[in-house]
């Protein structure tokens, strides 16, 4: 398995890692501050891990169809895995995962019936920015259950967390599909060719 790769798998690897974690202070005596000090390095290091896939693929010439497919693969499980943790923890509302894992699944299948002409489907600079909403988004919701874990009051500033919380969400779901629509309209050709078949 190329480097590349290995970084890309560490990622599949590590999601339910991380979702075991996070929750481990819930199901388990397990200390919710130790649980900070793991959570926060260990999401950083998932997120660096699709720079250094790319950066690998790029400087050894090892860039593939695979990989094309495989790292967006390994990405959506990681966001997926991270929301699904705010959502029962109540910083993402359900509505908003589902019309996400809705969005994911589709490009999934989009990227399946590309395959099928031989055509593999990169990332896109909507999705590379959905992607980064995707981690912002995270790691906001990630410092403030931090805090609270840790034991900081951060009663008095709340308000405008929640507020921040509830733009960054809003505008992870615009460009879901701002993205997904980008996607739709730059392969119609190959999709419709696809039909008839």
Not at 47 to 52: A, C, R, S, W
Not at 83 to 94: A, H, N, R, T, W
Not at 168 to 196: M, P, Q, R
């Amino acid at each position: 398995m190329k480097i590349a790769d290995k970084f890309t798998l560490s990622r599949i690897v590590l999601s339910p890692v991380f979702y075991l974690l996070y929750f481990l202070p819930v199901w388990t005596k397990f200390s919710p501050t130790i649980s900070v000090w793991i959570l926060l390095p260990l999401l950083a290091f998932m997120e660096f891990t699709d720079f250094l896939d790319g950066f690998y693929a790029r400087k050894t010439n090892a860039v593939s169809d695979f990989g094309k497919l495989f790292d967006p693969f390994a990405d959506v499980l990681v966001h997926l895995t991270t929301f699904c943790c705010l959502v029962i923890s109540g910083y993402m509302p359900g509505i908003i995962f589902i019309l996400i894992l809705y969005r994911e699944f589709c490009m999934n299948f989009i990227r399946m019936m590309a395959i099928q002409k031989g055509v593999a489907i990169g990332a896109r600079k909507g999705g590379k920015f959905k992607t980064v909403l995707y981690v912002i988004t995270t790691f906001y919701c990630l410092v403030i259950e931090s805090c609270a874990r840790l034991g900081i009051n951060i009663n008095m500033l709340m308000e405008s967390l929640s507020i921040g919380r509830i733009i960054l969400i809003a505008l992870c779901l615009i460009a879901a599909y701002a993205s997904f629509t980008d996607y739709l309209v730059h392969f119609w050709g190959l999709l419709k060719n696809s039909e008839k078949k």
